[in-house]
């Protein structure tokens, strides 16, 4: 399984978002309304495209080979609950720009 691999990119926020492709294409911020976190925005630099992930979603969420992965459940990184986790998937952006 991709995330027991430990051999993802570094990113800023590591807890919150693992890339193994380019960790300089894609960044992660949180939106908040005062004190309460409404939703994590993904930015494809390269793509120059935004992806909005509700709060609440398990992280960390997983960039792997252009495909969004969010997993069931939370810390599955790096740990056994990776292979029993189940995983929401979204294609990303292709752009070449």
């Known amino acids: 399984m991709f995330l027991n691999a430990k051999n993802y ?5 590591q807890t919150l ?3 193994y492709e ?4 894609y960044t992660l911020t949180t939106e908040t309304t005062g004190p ?4 994590h925005i993904i930015h494809d630099r390269k793509a120059d495209t935004r992806y ?3 709060y ?3 992280f960390p969420y997983v960039i792997y080979e252009n495909e969004l992965f969010i997993a069931d459940r939370f810390n599955v990184a790096n740990s056994s ?7 929401e ?3 990303l952006s292709k752009s070449n720009k």
């Open 22 to 25: 380019n960790s300089e294409r």
């Open 36 to 39: 309460f976190t409404d939703y």
């Open 17 to 19: 978002l693992i890339v």
């Open 9 to 13: 990119s570094e990113t800023p926020n």
């Open 52 to 54: 909005k992930v509700p």
């Open 81 to 87: 609950e990776a292979l029993e986790a189940n995983y």
């Open 89 to 91: 998937t979204f294609t």
């Open 56 to 58: 609440g979603n398990a």
